[in-house]
C-alpha cells in the first residue's frame, strides 16, 4: 500500500457529496482520487484527479473503470457488484468488500443476516411482490420496504389498512412490523484490513417526517451510557462479523421499552456522521481513509457537542439554486456551511449541511434551529 | 457578489500548499477556483477547475489570466503587481489590493511604512548595493535583507563583521539592528471589504536555525495577556491603515526588554496559521475566504492548544519523496497530517505539515516532539 505518494489510483463509484468531502480529506494524505459517476456535474467532478461520466450499474462501465485502479472504495451502494467481483479476483483492492455490498443492497439478506447472527432487528418477512404482501401475516401497521434500491427513505411504503395494498410496491421487498419507536439513534464505525475496529459515539437523528430524510441530528447522544454502549457494541459486533473493510453506518430504533432494533446498514461515509468534521477528533472522512489504507484508526471521541442539519432544496422550487440566508448565519459562531456543489436544487435535494458546534448543547440545539428557520435553498 | 454559487470565477495566483488548502477550504463554499502557476505539477493542479501553467511575473500572463476571472487573490508576493492594477483598474477584484502586494513585496517600503505610521520596528536603513552596505553606519553584527523576492529565509545575510561584506548581497537591500529577541510571534488578522477585522491570537515560532523556516509553532500564546493585547492590536492597526482585503500575517519580535517590533508582513494565508485548521473555531483559509467575498468573519478563538511542525525534506536527500514514520505517527491520538502532494523532495523544501492538537499544552509540545523525531521525508 502506498498512501501518501501520490501514485496510489484510488477511485471512487460515485461522485456526489459523500465522494467530494471523502476528497477534501484525501488531499491531506496525498491519495490522488478518480471518479466514476453517471452525472457530468457531478459535485466531485472538477475536484478529481480523473472523472469519468458513466453507469454505476453497468458491468463493462463499472470494470473498466475499475482496471485503471489500485484501490476502489464506493460512496454509494448501488453499484455493479459483478464488475467488482471480478475486479477483486485480479488483484485490485476493493473496499468495502464487494461481498458486504452484496449483502448491503439487498435489504432482505440484510435482515437475514442479522437473523442469523443474533442482531436484534425488527420481526420481518420476504415477500415476492404485492400478491404476496396481501397474504403476509404482518398486523397493521407495518412497513414494506424494496429489498433493492430503496434510499433517502424512497423505496418506504407505509401499509396501515387494506386500502394501501393498491399503492404497494409490486417487487420484492421485505415487510416489517412497525416500530413504535422512541428515537432513531446511529453508529458510525470503522474496520481496517488489520482488524483494528473502533466506533463512533451514539447520536440522535430527527427525520423530516415528509421526505423521510435525517434533517438534524445531534452528537453525542445523551442516552444513558448503558444503551449507548450496548449501540457502539452492537455496531462493532456486525462490522467484526462482516470482516468489512471501511466504514459501516449502523441505523438503528431505540423503542420505547429500552430495547435497540438495528434498523438498517450503508457500507460507507454516511448522512448520520457529518458533524465528526468539526464534532470529533477524528471525521468519518479521514476515518474511512484510514481504513481502506490499513492505518491506524483515528480518535473517535467527540471535541463539542454538534448538531448537524441538511440543507434540503425548499419545496416548490426547482431549477438554478439560491442560498437565502447564508450570509446571517455565518454571523453566528460556531457555525460551519458544507455545500455541496450541485447547480440545480428540487424540492429534498440534499444541497448542502451545517454543523453548529457548541460546548453548551442546548444552545447548539438552538442555533441549529435559528439556522433551520434562517437557510431556505430557493431558485 | 455571488459566493456559494459556483459561478463566481475565482482565481488564485500561485498553486502551491496555501492554494491547496484555500481549495479545499473553498470547497464547502461551492466556489470555483482558477489556478495559475509556473509549475506544472503544482499541489493544487488537480484540484481546481482550471490550471494555467505560466509566470507570476509575467505582465502578459498574469494579465491573460486575470480577465478571465471575476476576482483574484494572492497565495505568494511576487506576482506582477503592473498586471494587477490595470485588471483592478477594469474592475475586476483584486483582494489583497495590488497597492498593498506593491508595498508588502518591498521591505524597504514596509520598512518606511512602519515608519510613516509609528508603528515598532527594529532600526533600519535603506542601500543600493554592496558598496553602500559598506558605508552604512550599523554597528556589527546586523542584518542585511533583499528588500525584493526574499522568501523562507532567503534573501537574509548576517554582518557580523568585515569579512561577510564579500559574501553581502549586491543589491537593493535593507540592513537593520540584529535584534537580540526572546520570542518570535505572529499574529493573523483579517479584514473585509465592510471594515469587519478579526485578530486570531498570538502564536509562538521556533524556527528551524540551519533553514531559517519555522518549524515549530505553539498556539496560543502563553505570554502575559498585556502583551498578547499589544500585539493583536499592533496588527489590527496595520490591517486597518492598510485598508486591507484578505488576510494579514504579521511576524513580529519580543524583545529581551519585553518590547513588540514588527518584523515584517504576508497579505496571505502564512505558514504560521496552519493550526488553525484543527486548533481554531475558524481556520485561516477560511476566514480569508470570508474576508474577500465580504462575509462576516469568523470566530478566531482557540479550540485547544495546538502545535505544528513543518515536514521539512531531509537534509541530503533529494528525489521522489518517501515518508518515513508516518503510520507510526497515526497511532497517536490528536495528529493531523497535512501532505503539500509535492512529488520531488529536497533539503529542507515545505512537503506538508503536521498539527498536534491537546487540551494538555505540555503534552501537546511533547507528542510534536516525538512526531518530529518520527517523520522524515526522505527518497
Known amino acids: ?22 476528497i477534501q480529506q484525501a488531499i491531506n494524505y496525498n491519495v490522488s482520487i478518480r471518479v466514476l459517476d453517471p ?26 473503470f475499475g482496471k485503471k485502479q489500485d484501490l476502489i472504495t464506493i460512496e454509494i451502494e448501488k453499484v455493479n457488484v459483478d464488475a467488482l467481483e471480478k475486479l477483486e479476483q485480479e488483484g485490485i483492492l476493493i473496499y468495502p468488500q464487494p461481498r458486504v455490498i452484496r449483502l448491503i443492497q439487498d435489504k432482505g439478506l440484510q435482515k437475514e443476516f442479522f437473523k442469523q447472527n443474533d442482531i436484534p432487528t425488527a420481526p420481518f418477512q420476504l415477500i415476492e411482490n404485492r400478491a404476496t404482501l396481501k397474504k403476509s401475516a404482518l398486523k397493521f401497521p407495518y412497513i414494506q420496504k424494496l429489498r433493492r434500491d430503496g434510499y433517502d427513505g424512497k423505496g418506504v411504503h407505509k401499509v396501515v389498512s387494506e386500502a394501501d395494498y393498491s399503492t404497494a410496491f409490486d417487487k420484492p421487498s421485505i415487510v416489517e412490523e412497525w416500530i413504535d419507536f422512541e428515537k432513531e ?19 440522535e437523528m430527527e427525520f423530516n417526517p415528509e421526505a423521510n430524510l435525517v434533517e438534524f441530528l445531534i452528537s453525542p447522544s445523551t442516552l444513558p451510557a448503558d444503551i449507548q454502549l450496548e449501540a457502539e457494541n452492537l455496531a462493532a459486533k ?13 441505523e438503528m430504533f431505540l423503542t420505547k421499552d ?7 446498514l450503508a457500507p460507507r461515509p454516511h448522512n448520520s456522521g457529518h ?14 481513509l484510514r481504513a481502506i489504507f490499513d492505518l491506524p484508526l483515528g480518535d473517535t471521541r467527540c471535541i463539542s457537542n ?8 425548499e419545496k416548490g422550487f426547482e431549477g438554478l439554486a439560491d442560498y437565502e440566508g447564508l450570509n446571517d448565519i455565518l454571523k453566528m459562531d460556531g457555525v460551519y456551511v458544507h455545500l455541496y ?5 428540487k424540492p429534498f435535494r440534499k444541497m448542502g449541511h451545517v454543523t453548529i458546534i457548541d460546548n453548551d448543547r442546548q444552545l447548539a440545539i438552538e442555533k441549529a434551529r435559528k439556522v433551520q428557520e434562517t437557510v431556505k435553498v430557493k431558485v
Do not use: W
Not at 464505525?189 to 475496529?197: I, K, T
Not at 456486525?238 to 449502523?250: M, T
Not at 456543489?341 to 436544487?345: D, E, R, S, V
Open 258 to 264: 429500552g430495547k435497540i432494533l438495528i434498523n438498517e
Open 238 to 250: 456486525i462490522a467484526d462479523q462482516l470482516k468489512i473493510v471501511g466504514l459501516l453506518a449502523v
Open 275 to 288: 458533524q465528526s468534521i468539526e464534532g470529533n477528533y477524528v471525521s468519518q472522512f479521514e476515518q474511512h
Open 185 to 203: 439513534i446511529a453508529v458510525i464505525v470503522a474496520r481496517n484490513d488489520s482488524g483494528e475496529l473502533k466506533s463512533f459515539p451514539v447520536v
Open 1 to 22: 500500500m502506498k498512501a501518501f505518494y501520490g501514485d496510489l489510483r484510488v477511485g471512487i463509484l460515485g461522485g456526489g457529496q459523500l465522494g467530494r468531502m471523502l
Open 39 to 64: 452525472d457530468a456535474d457531478a459535485p466531485c467532478k472538477n475536484l478529481c484527479d480523473d472523472f469519468t461520466q458513466g453507469s454505476l450499474t453497468d458491468f463493462e462501465t463499472v470494470y473498466n
Open 306 to 313: 454538534a448538531v448537524m442539519i441538511n440543507l434540503l432544496g
Open 341 to 345: 456543489g450541485k447547480k440545480f436544487t
